[in-house]
Each structure stands twice: as structure tokens, then as C-alpha cells.
């Protein structure tokens, strides 16, 4: 049984603790992701277990992604795998599919400097950042390469010992984030990474250290130079991870929520009330308790509170400077605000018409008469415009408290059920093992009639 051996002065050197010295196991891992190695391994080639997963069972939480690095490129990768896919330009990976489960598979990284002229397929700005990096390379350079000491431990499936490039199991022992490297260069390669040390540090309960900490504040508007959609994808782990409020407070903090959202944070720092920051905080808390409770959260609803002020303030100034109603100035408004923040976040469209569609409602609450507010009950979003409704009583409540009692009992005297907010999949099976789905009808085909010939009449 190999045992554990101390950090050598070599930076390359890792500390290998053998399976006597640490507690993870086989079994703490997806049966799929041990499959995956098991077969690089017969192929020839090294692969090890890395990252989250190793991260997440030493602390003591159930690992949910399983990431693998080989020396195999992509392409030897998918040659052992009829079930590969082979994604990304920036990065080139491998996704191995077991229905549901997609065990990621990464060829190891090697250093770029210097590489521009052998290999084009590793480019990097002005300002230092990556724009692709598919320089392949061994494991000691592939573990310089990792952002995290938490993340750059490595399983190895032959003697089940973990690897450790950076002194990472120092840092989950106290509980800190640091950074591999010099952190401004690492920051400049991949400013993504401050908004991952503010994820790591609320979600493991965890501290930034000082060193890795101080560079966030001046180059926060790096985040600019980010492609919209990558950060939209970066905002849900930040917002949907039942750490939002912390993360929301953090962000503030380092200078990166204006980054994110500038009219939002704006209008946050000009207000005399404090009316916004309260509400955004109560939706951040909403949304965590929500989470936590294993219950569902739409991103519509939270870019809904996000764009919620910029919107307003912006229908109020159409108002003001045209002939348009509150209903047209609130839509024009809405979709100048989306479009605006699609600059920094790509927000799916089926998301933003989501928040929209809240945002309408709000109009139409007070109009209860005749049939309307049965009519209103009925739309999809009903129930998401009803929640926000009473977020926004929480902190603003006068005239709208009596609005949202209302619909409270009204909702309980004529027992409405919420409408789903998705249509059906067509193709989902039936619920019911002895359901049969509708036979389709065909339309039936019409002739055009023959006109009578002189016989017939």
C-alpha cells in the first residue's frame, strides 16, 4: 500500500497520498465515471479522476459531476467510445452519454506561452485571456493549469491514491480558496475565474485567501470581454445554487454585479430609499429558501426582479416623453431593457419572454371586473406574476397589499390551480400505463365537385 509522501521543492512534484491515507473510495463515485477510466486504462492510456468530485467527497458532500483527464486526445477518446461526442472550440472535450448521466472527458492541458507560432489553435488577447487552448501536455502542466489548489487533486484508478499538485488538501483542510499561479495572470486568462472563487467560497463555506482576493477589485471589468452567453450559463450557477444572497452581497462587494448588470446596480447605488436593494435582496432569499426546499425556480422569475427597476424607470420616462400608455410604454420598455442586457447577458428568449409576461401582469392586476380576473388566473404566468406581486407588498406595501390580499382569497374562494408553465411534451409517454394517446384524425380530403355533363341532367 503506497503511503504518504511529503511535497518535494520541485513545483511538479505531487504530494501522493496513498488509499491508506485518505477516505475516498470506488463507491463515492459514479459507477459510469469508474467504467470510463477503466476502459482509457485498457486502451492505454492514463486517466484519472479530478477535480469537484474528489473536492466534494473529502469535505463530505455527494459529488454530483464527474470530471476524467487523459493523455488521450479527443479523437483516440472517441475511438474507445461509440457513445462520444466531441463539443467546444475554446476548449475541446469529450462527453461521454449514459442517457442522462455525461461523464466529461478532458485531454491534458499544456502551456501556451510561446505556442502561438507552432500551434494556432492556442490564441490569447491583448489583455491575456485565452481565447483557445487545446495545447495538450502531461499531468504535472495540466495541474499548473487548474485555477483552484481545491480542484487540481487527481484519483488515479491503479493504486486508488490522490495526487495532489498544489497543496489542496491543505487548503480543504482550512477551508480556503487560492489560486494556482500568480492570480492577476490567472484572473487575465480567465476572468470567469473571479466569479468561480465567489461560487466556491459560499457553496463550500470556505474564505478567499487574501492574495487571490485583492487582484478581483481591479479587474472586475474584465468580465466585459466574456461572450454573453457563457456568462448567462456563469449567473445561473451564481443565482440558482441556494447561495444567492450570498453571492448576490459578494458580488457587490468585488465590483462584479455592475459588470453583470449596470443599470441595475446603477439605479441601486442612486437610490435615496433603498427600496431596490431590499427587494432584490428578498427575491435572493425567496429563491434560496425555494432551493433548499427542493422545490423549482424559473430564471424568468429572477430576471424578472433583476430587470424589474431598469424596466419601470425606463416606461416612466417613455411616459413622460411620448403619447404611449402605461401598457405600450411598460412593453417598449421591456424590450429595450432586454436587449440592452442581452449586451452583457445572453438571456434565452424563452426566458425573457417569461419575465415579460410577468412584468404585463402587474398592469392587469388591478383590473379585477367582469370576467377579467378568471381570465387572468388562466395565463401561464399567473402564478409567477401573483408571487412577484407579493415580493414587491414585502417591501412596498400600502395600496398593493390590499391588491394582493385580494388575489389571495380570490385564489382560495374559486379554488384556482395554477396553469403549467410549459406545454406538454408530445412525446412524453402517457401517464397511465393503460392510457392510449388519441389516434390522429386525418383531415379528410375534399374533391372539387365535377360539373354535370348533359347525360347526368
Not at 104 to 125: F, L
Not at 176 to 188: A, D, K, N, Q, W
Not at 298 to 306: D, E, I, N, R, Y
Not at 407 to 429: C, F, G, M, S
Request: hydrophobic share 35%; charged share 30%; glycine share 6%.
Amino acid at each position: 500500500m503506497q503511503t504518504e509522501k511529503k511535497v518535494k521543492k520541485n513545483s511538479k512534484s505531487p504530494l501522493i497520498i496513498g488509499r491508506a491515507e485518505h477516505n475516498v473510495s470506488r463507491k463515492d463515485f459514479s459507477p459510469n465515471a469508474i467504467k470510463v477510466l477503466y476502459r482509457l486504462k485498457d486502451g492505454g492510456y492514463d486517466a484519472y479522476l479530478v477535480g469537484g468530485c474528489i473536492r466534494d467527497v473529502l469535505l463530505g458532500v455527494t459529488p454530483k459531476d464527474f470530471d476524467v483527464v487523459t493523455n488521450a486526445t479527443p479523437e483516440q477518446v472517441k475511438r474507445l467510445f461509440r457513445n462520444c461526442r466531441i463539443i467546444g472550440r475554446r476548449f475541446r472535450l469529450a462527453h461521454i452519454v449514459f442517457g442522462r448521466e455525461i461523464i466529461e472527458v478532458a485531454t491534458m492541458r499544456g502551456h501556451h506561452e510561446g505556442s502561438e507560432d507552432k500551434n494556432p489553435i492556442s490564441q490569447s488577447s491583448t489583455e491575456g485571456q485565452l481565447l483557445r487552448d487545446n495545447v495538450f501536455g502531461s499531468i504535472d502542466e495540466d495541474a499548473e493549469r487548474r485555477d483552484f489548489s481545491i480542484n487540481a487533486l487527481y484519483y488515479s484508478i491503479n493504486d486508488y491514491s490522490i495526487h495532489d499538485y498544489a497543496n489542496g488538501m491543505d487548503a480543504i483542510k482550512h477551508r480556503r480558496i487560492e489560486l494556482i499561479g500568480h492570480p492577476e495572470t490567472r484572473y487575465r486568462e480567465d476572468p470567469v475565474r473571479m466569479l468561480r472563487a465567489i461560487r466556491f467560497a459560499t457553496k463550500l463555506d470556505m474564505t478567499i485567501a487574501p492574495d487571490t482576493e485583492k487582484p478581483i477589485y481591479e479587474l472586475a471589468d474584465l468580465l466585459s470581454n466574456i461572450p454573453a452567453a457563457r456568462l448567462f450559463e456563469e449567473v445561473l450557477k451564481l443565482f440558482l445554487n441556494g447561495k444567492a444572497e450570498q453571492n448576490f452581497v459578494a458580488l457587490r462587494q468585488y465590483g462584479l454585479f455592475k459588470q453583470l448588470f449596470p443599470a441595475l446596480d446603477l439605479i441601486i447605488e442612486q437610490s435615496k430609499t433603498g427600496e431596490e436593494l431590499k427587494l432584490i435582496t428578498q427575491m435572493f432569499i425567496n429563491t434560496d429558501t425555494r432551493i433548499n426546499a427542493d422545490k423549482k425556480v424559473t430564471p424568468a422569475f429572477v430576471f424578472a426582479a433583476l430587470l424589474w427597476y431598469p424596466m419601470v424607470q425606463r416606461a416612466e420616462q417613455l411616459i413622460k416623453e411620448t403619447k404611449l400608455d402605461e401598457y405600450e410604454a411598460y412593453t417598449q420598455a421591456g424590450n429595450e431593457v432586454v436587449a440592452q442586457n442581452a449586451q452583457h447577458i445572453a438571456v434565452p428568449k424563452h426566458f425573457t419572454q417569461g419575465s415579460r409576461e410577468i412584468w404585463q401582469i402587474q398592469l392587469r392586476l388591478p383590473k379585477r371586473g367582469g370576467q377579467r380576473a378568471y381570465r387572468l388566473a388562466q395565463q401561464p404566468r399567473f402564478r409567477a406574476a401573483y408571487d412577484f406581486l407579493l415580493l414587491r407588498t414585502q417591501i412596498t406595501p400600502g395600496p398593493l397589499q390590499e391588491l394582493a390580499n385580494w388575489w389571495t382569497e380570490y385564489q382560495k374562494r374559486e379554488n384556482i390551480v395554477p396553469a403549467p408553465l410549459h406545454k406538454p411534451d408530445l412525446a412524453e409517454k402517457p401517464s397511465h400505463s393503460g392510457d392510449k394517446p388519441a389516434a390522429r384524425r386525418r383531415p379528410r380530403r375534399r374533391f372539387p365537385s365535377k360539373k354535370p355533363n348533359s347525360s347526368e341532367q
